[in-house]
């Protein structure tokens, strides 16, 4: 049985070292307004743990036999593999349990645990984890998501009996996505057809959104990185064999980003976006997309209306209110970011059926594009671009 030395930092008549002066005051507000005390004790917490901290760093330094330690509610418990270690630790003003499993054997647990993973690919399991507090391994897994796989790995957990203790949530896990202008943009988790990521924006409120060609958002998909959902469109002005525009926008994730720099896929690093300002006519202009890259050329025009053949058989569709360039372009980029010096111009919209580039072509002599104005999408879904710091 677990037993618990006696011998707390600050409950036990230790004294406590006077609070510094040393730590960040925003960091001091941050942490007394997340655990409702005043920065003062915010301050004494910190110099506490520290204290402790160093206490551990002197025991484990002695050739105690340390197994593990964890912090509860400010205090510091050691896990003491013997008696000695439990006396000594006493000795430095901490807290230590003896009899517990400890960090040596929950590790070994927990890696069995990843080896059953390799096998079977838990869908449903959210995680797993050392809890030395708890002396065990939790399994998170997720509420009414227990496929077969998802029974292997469990069957596997089971066999280290009180070791490993199951719990269940709602939560879906996603990892966040840190999404640059120009990247790959699909529909599914699985891939398919794709285009190109615009610019970020957040409206008066906040809100962050993705800004894109309205004909990649028709239908109003779910947005992904690669397997990783980051996105669901929410407005497009795009429809097929309408009069149409080629604006339209996504909410973000709450978890993900739209970054302020434009990717430019090897070709010179990343581009930082330090505003909308249109430039005028004949200024140099790039582009980043998924299909070729970053490709550059000139602003041949504004207020463009153009007539879309659909590849797939489809009405035609007029498009108006374009800008037009000399960027090559092919389908895939289409909602891919242009930039001309540090401003952002703009989105993909489309250009010349069959049309070849050079991927990473930088300027190609003899090709043409139309792209959807960011500022104009700007100012009719009332939102600002998001630019570097």
Not at 21 to 40: E, K, T, V, W
Request: aromatic share 6%.
């Amino acid at each position: 049985m677990t037993a618990l030395a006696a011998g707390l930092l600050g409950f036990s008549g230790t004294a406590v070292a006077s609070p510094s002066n040393s730590y960040d005051r925003g960091m001091l507000d941050a942490l007394s307004s997340s655990l409702g005390i005043s920065p003062g004790a915010a301050a004494a917490r910190l110099d506490s743990e520290g204290v402790q901290q160093q206490r551990l760093t002197e025991l484990r330094g002695s050739g105690a036999a340390v197994d593990g330690a964890f912090f509860v509610n400010g205090q510091l418990i050691v896990n003491a593999a013997d008696k000695a270690t439990s006396a000594k630790a006493k000795a430095k003003g901490l807290a230590a349990r003896t009899g517990a499993r400890g960090a040596a054997a929950l590790e070994r647990v927990s890696a069995d645990l990843d080896r059953a993973a390799s096998a079977h690919r838990p869908d449903g399991v959210n995680s797993w984890a050392v809890d030395l507090a708890a002396d065990a391994v939790v399994v998170t897994i997720q509420e009414g998501r227990r496929s077969a796989a998802t029974e292997k790995f469990l069957a596997a957990a089971a066999k280290h009996g009180t070791a490993v203790r199951v719990e269940t949530t709602t939560e879906r896990l996603a990892p966040t996505a840190d999404v640059y202008p120009g990247s790959k943009m699909t529909f599914s988790a699985a891939g398919g057809g794709w285009c190109s990521v615009g610019f970020g924006a957040t409206n008066t409120s906040g809100q962050r959104f993705l800004v894109t060609a309205g004909h990649c958002v028709e239908g109003l998909p779910d947005l992904y990185l690669g397997s990783t959902h980051f996105g669901k469109a929410t407005h497009t002005r795009f429809g097929l064999g309408k009069d149409s525009v080629d604006m339209g926008i996504a909410r973000i994730d709450a978890e993900d980003r739209i970054m302020t720099s434009v990717g430019t896929w090897g070709a010179a690093g990343t581009v930082a976006v330090r505003g909308a300002n249109r430039a005028a006519v004949g200024s140099t202009i790039c582009k980043s997309g998924a299909t070729t890259g970053w490709t550059c050329g000139n602003i041949k025009s504004y207020n463009v209306t153009v007539t879309y053949t659909d590849p797939n058989g489809g009405p035609q569709t007029v498009v108006r209110g374009l800008g037009s360039s000399s960027v090559c372009t092919a389908g895939g980029d289409s909602g891919g970011a242009y930039i001309s010096g540090h401003q952002a111009q703009g989105m993909t919209s489309g250009g010349p059926m069959g049309q070849t580039c050079t991927f990473n072509g930088g300027t190609i002599a003899g090709k043409s594009s139309y792209f959807q104005p960011l500022s104009d999408a700007l100012s009719y879904y009332g939102l600002s671009v998001q630019t570097a710091s």
